[in-house]
């Protein structure tokens, strides 16, 4: 069964800290893996993953994908508190639907 | 950014009652998904449509039923609301592998 693991689940550090969220999967045929940021109630795109080794940056956040070791990282520095949200690791494969399989998320809060 | 609509975003209703959740994306997007989220939960796949008159079940077992005769419109109806259903539902579409969402539905039965 496809499964999506995400570490920390719960996360708080003081505004300016640098913070790297991870996440795990188990995929048969792993096709894409996709960052979401959810703040109250739809989940807003981040990146898409496809390529080991290739960085996706957009302003302070960047993503990065390992598929040999089947996991990803999301960083974000210099941290606001407009950052404070549950961040959703989301992995799709070929086969079916391609359905998107979710991880639990990590709630990041952010202190001022 | 994206056109999906969800209505209503919030519906509190009591024990038995007929329940339809909306679901409309403008983008001519063929395939559709809805989840469910319980409050600090991950997103659970109930139902999704590859296309008109194609509709599947999810991960997640789910009472409801949905229904796509019209590519735009992707309906989730519970036929007898119990506590248990309460949840916040998600409604997606996408063509590519990026997944589109609607704002949700906050769904209370009491």
């Known amino acids: 069964e496809d499964k999506v693991v995400q570490s920390p689940l719960s996360l708080v550090v003081h505004e300016g800290d640098t913070v790297t969220l991870n996440c795990s999967y188990e995929?048969?045929?792993?096709?894409?893996l996709l960052w979401y940021k959810q703040e109250k109630k739809a989940p807003t795109f981040l990146f898409m993953l496809t390529s080991s080794g290739i960085e996706k940056k957009s302003g302070r956040l960047s993503s990065i994908l390992d598929k040999k070791e089947l996991f990803s990282i999301l960083n974000i520095t210099a941290t606001q508190t407009g950052d404070s949200a549950v961040y959703l690791c989301a992995v799709r494969a070929y086969q079916g639907a391609q359905k998107l399989v979710f991880g639990q998320g990590t709630r990041l809060t952010i202190n001022p | 950014e994206a056109d999906i609509y969800q209505t209503p975003r919030y519906l509190v209703i009591g024990t038995g009652k007929k329940i339809t959740l909306e679901c409309s994306q403008t983008m001519g997007h063929d395939k559709m998904y809805w989840y469910q989220q319980d409050p600090g939960m991950e997103l659970h796949l109930i139902h999704y449509s590859y296309g008109v008159n194609s509709t599947e079940k999810g991960d997640l077992s789910s009472e409801s039923t949905v229904s796509r005769i019209r590519t735009e419109h992707f309906p989730l109806t519970l036929e007898s609301a119990r506590p248990s259903h309460t949840s916040q539902y998600l409604c997606?579409?996408?063509?590519?592998?990026?997944?589109?969402f609607g704002q949700g539905t906050r769904l209370t039965v009491v």
């Open positions: 995929v048969t045929n792993f096709r894409s």
């Open positions: 997606a579409s996408s063509v590519t592998d990026r997944a589109f």
